[in-house]
Each structure stands twice: as C-alpha cells, then as structure tokens.
T-cell receptor
Framework: DAKTTQPNSMESNEEEPVHLPCNHSTISGTDYIHWYRQLPSQGPEYVIHGLTSNVNNRMASLAIAEDRKSSTLILHRATLRDAAVYYCILRAHEGGNKLVFGAGTILRVKS | SAVISQKPSRDICQRGTSLTIQCQVDSQVTMMFWYRQQPGQSLTLIATANQGSEATYESGFVIDKFPISRPNLTFSTLTVSNMSPEDSSIYLC????????????FGPGTRLTVL
C-alpha cells in the first residue's frame, strides 16, 4: 500500500482557514486520495476524496498537486468542532475499498 | 449515507473469555469491514466481512482469534476469542456501498477492556 506522510499536529485559530498537507510521493496512477477525520470518542467520518482534479464539498476542499505527489485538505473556516485527527489515505483502485490508516494529523483549534 | 450501530458500546471482560460484537447497517451495503484501534493509535484493518463466505483477513489476524460472520447485507459480527489484556482496544466496523464506492461509513466503535 502506498504510504502517506502528514505532520503529527497542527494548530489553528477559530474562524481562520486551515491547510492540512499530505505527501504521497509513491502514489500510483490509479490511487485515489481520501481524507477522513476522527472526532474524539467517535468513529472516523469521510471528508473528501479525489483522483487528479481539485474537489470541493460542503465540508472542505481538496487541492491535488499536478504531479499528484502531494495534496492539501483545506478547511475554509475552522470551528471548535473541527478539532480532530485528520487522516490522508491512498486507496488503490483495485484494492476493493480497503483503507490503510496512517498516524494522521491532530488538529487543535483555538478559540 | 449509511448509519451504523454497534453493540455493545463498551465492555469489560475477563481474560480467557470471548466477546461478540454486533454491527448493524440501516441499509444494504456490499462491503463491511472490521478495524481495531489500540489505545492512542491509528486504525488497523482486521478483515473484510464477506456475505455468505469466509472473511478475508489481513496479515497478522487469523480466523481462530477473530471469527467473523456476515449472514446478510446489513449485519455482521466480530468475535474476539480467548481474550488477553493485549486485546483491549476499540473495535470499529465500517461499510461501503461497493468496491469502488468513494465513501466508507464507520460505526461508533466498541471499547473493550480485558482484565
């Protein structure tokens, strides 16, 4: 499974944008880039995913580098409820929807 | 979306006993998975629960220790057998509509403590 590298932790101020980076230099052409987050004492929840083009949804935006070796999850206005562990995961097209979780980034949001 | 519930939400068990965890999805799904999350760690995939056939286990996990059933498209169970304190973890099930579905839905987890 292709590996991702994320910072251990990041801190943000409430109401400000947050950019969460992810490096995946060994990504293959058919790997999808997924982001999940895990709030305290809950199961992970889906945030966003993409293949090559940037993606937007109601929760966040995903910016994918042109060479696909890195991506950035963008929370446009962080709230206290966004404090969570954010996981960047590569899902192989032929992997049968298996997700391999790394350590993730702990996001702390200050009021 | 899919809503997933798990029973029990938590349990404290004695060494050497077994616990069966239930996972119920509110709609039919093609794929169901079981994960383990040890204290302070990330999630590790245990197995894919296959409907009507034996589960597919990841490296390091075996059927004798973690037997899994999936009798239909909305329900699965995971048994943690012959438990030891090292099995103390949160066990989570998840579901996806298909092998290429973009979204996987997770249950709230079962917190297991083994004394």
């Amino acid at each position: 499974d292709a590996k991702t590298t994320q910072p251990n932790s990041m801190e943000s101020n409430e109401e400000e944008p947050v950019h969460l980076p992810c490096n995946h230099s060994t990504i293959s052409g058919t790997d999808y880039i997924h982001w999940y987050r895990q709030l305290p004492s809950q199961g992970p929840e889906y945030v966003i995913h993409g293949l090559t083009s940037n993606v937007n949804n109601r929760m966040a935006s995903l910016a994918i580098a042109e060479d696909r070796k890195s991506s950035t999850l963008i929370l446009h206005r962080a709230t206290l409820r966004d404090a969570a562990v954010y996981y960047c995961i590569l899902r192989a097209h032929e992997g049968g929807n298996k997700l391999v979780f790394g350590a993730g980034t702990i996001l702390r949001v200050k009021s | 979306s899919a809503v997933i519930s798990q029973k029990p939400s938590r349990d404290i068990c004695q060494r050497g006993t077994s616990l069966t965890i239930q996972c119920q999805v509110d709609s039919q799904v093609t794929m169901m998975f079981w994960y383990r999350q040890q204290p302070g760690q990330s999630l590790t995939l245990i197995a894919t629960a296959n409907q009507g056939s034996e589960a597919t286990y990841e490296s390091g996990f075996v059927i004798d220790k973690f037997p899994i059933s999936r009798p239909n498209l909305t329900f699965s169970t995971l048994t943690v057998s012959n438990m030891s304190p090292e099995d103390s973890s949160i066990y989570l099930c998840s579901a996806a509509r298909g092998p290429q579905a973009g979204t996987q839905y997770f249950g709230p987890g079962t917190r297991l403590t083994v004394l």
